[in-house]
C-alpha cells in the first residue's frame, strides 16, 4: 500500500511537500496501517479547530495588523481552513505569559476576567468576525491555589473537597463572563491533562474524582444557573480512552449524564 504524505518542514526547507510513503505487510508495521471502511460509521467529528492561548494572542497583538489579519483569514474563513473551534484555557496554562487566577479571595468577591480581556478576548472576536458559528471549549489547567492540597496552580496536586462546590460556582461565573462578552461557552472539559502532574498549571484526577465532580456537582449546579455547556471527560492522550470512559461512566455511574452533559474527548 502506497500513502501520500504532504509535509511542511522549515528546517528541511519543505513546504507543502508531497511524497510517498510504502506500507509492506509485516507484522512489525501493523500499527502504521491505517484500514478504512466506508461502510462502516462510529463517532461523528464535529469539526476542528485551535486554541486562543494568552501567548499565541499576545503574538498576534504584537503583528503588524495586516500579517494579523491574514493569519485569522487563514484559520477561519469558510474558503481557508474554515476553523470551528476554538480551545480557550480558563486562568493561566503552560502557553500563558505567566500564572494567574481570576480570583483570589474564598469567597469568589474578586472574581474577574479582566486578564483575558487585554489579549485572548479580542483575538476570539475577531476569528467570530470571521466564523460567526464558531464553538468553544474550555478547559481548566489549575483551581485557583487555596483550593488545592498543594497550595500551587503547578505541580499536580487535587482540588480540596471543601472547595468542589465553591470551584464549580467559579466556572460558572466564567462561562457568565464570556457570555456576556458573546462568546457562548458550548463544551467544557473537566480538567487538563488530568492524570499528569506538570511543571506548570495542573491538576490530578482520578475516573471516580471525575465522575464525582460531574455528577454532583458540575451537572446541578450548571443547571441551577440554566446553563447548557456540555462537560467532556478524560481530556488526555487517546492511549487509554476506552478504559478510562468505562470506569468513569460505567463503574462509576456518570452514564446516566452523558447522553447530554458528558463525552470522551481525545487530546488535541
Known sequence: ?????????????LLLHSSYVKFSPNKREENQVIQINPEITFQTILGFGGAFTESSCYVLNSLDKKVSDNILDDYFLEENLNYQFGRISIGSCDFSLDSYSYC??????????????????PVIKSAQKRNKNLQFVASPWSPPKFMKSNNSL?????????????????????VHSYHKQGIPISYMTIQNE???????????????????????YLFPIFKKNHLTTDFLIWDHNKDIILERSIETLVNYNALSFAKRYCFSLVYW
Open 104 to 121: 483570589y479571595k474564598n469567597d469568589l468577591s474578586d472574581f474577574s476576567i479582566k486578564r483575558d480581556m487585554k489579549y485572548v478576548i
Open 1 to 13: 500500500m502506497e500513502v501520500e504524505k504532504i509535509e511542511t518542514n522549515l528546517k528541511r526547507n
Open 154 to 174: 503547578i505541580l499536580g496536586g487535587k482540588l480540596l473537597t471543601q472547595y468542589k462546590s465553591l470551584w464549580v460556582e467559579y466556572l460558572v461565573k466564567y
Open 194 to 216: 488530568p492524570n499528569a502532574k506538570q511543571t506548570w498549571e495542573s491538576c490530578l484526577y482520578s475516573s471516580s474524582e471525575e465522575a464525582d465532580l460531574l455528577k454532583n
